[in-house]
């Protein structure tokens, strides 16, 4: 994988990360491009020489724009046939792959002190919205099954988290069944990042 940081005339930095990967034994390179003034970049395909359409969606980073499920479904949307929806099914599978593999590495790199006081913080925030005991939230611990809540409580203690940690999660990160694990993930991300 290579990341290129280049100037526009207007002298904008622009994002650019370009993966390699193989898909049902077929060659793909992926090109996340967004200009930092932005909202919104393209994410292009090129496989065997030929090009998908550019797809124009809102992320900040390749994870996200991998994580974000308008990107597989403006891909399946684009597929001519069969054989490309395949290809774009085992393509999705591979960029999830990878972005496992980047959290897993991303929260080995950080130091154990760090973590710890993320941690401590983001137990802390969630007790205080939920009335949760700390120590009934392990990594696997799901919001809204093993840590009981409905919908509008999860909103709830999802701004009370933003307010008390001075953050602010993408709804999108936020869909489907979260671990304490994952949400612990995103909260040391962008704690670092900040």
Not at 84 to 103: H, M, P, T
Request: charged share 30%.
């Amino acid at each position: 994988m290579s990341s290129v940081l280049k100037q526009h005339d207007a002298v904008q930095e622009v994002y650019i990360k370009k993966l390699k990967l193989e898909a049902e034994g077929t060659p793909v390179t992926v090109t996340f491009e967004r200009d930092y003034n932005e909202k919104s970049g393209i994410v292009s395909f090129e496989v065997k020489n030929t090009f998908f359409p550019d797809i124009r969606f809102e992320f900040t980073n390749m994870f996200d724009a991998i994580r974000d499920k308008q990107l597989k479904n403006k891909l399946l949307f684009a597929a001519q046939t069969n054989q490309s929806r395949v290809l774009i099914e085992a393509l999705d599978y591979k960029l999830q792959e990878y972005a496992d593999e980047y959290d897993t590495d991303f929260m080995s790199s950080v130091s154990n002190d760090v973590k710890d006081t993320i941690e401590r913080e983001l137990k802390k925030a969630i007790a205080k919205a939920t009335g949760v005991d700390k120590t009934a939230l392990t990594s696997a611990s799901v919001f809204r099954k093993d840590i009981p809540m409905d919908e509008l409580g999860f909103v709830e203690m999802i701004m009370s988290i933003e307010e008390m940690l001075s953050i602010e999660f993408d709804d999108d990160n936020l869909e489907g069944d979260i671990s304490y694990g994952r949400l612990l993930k995103q909260v040391v991300q962008m704690k670092i990042e900040n």
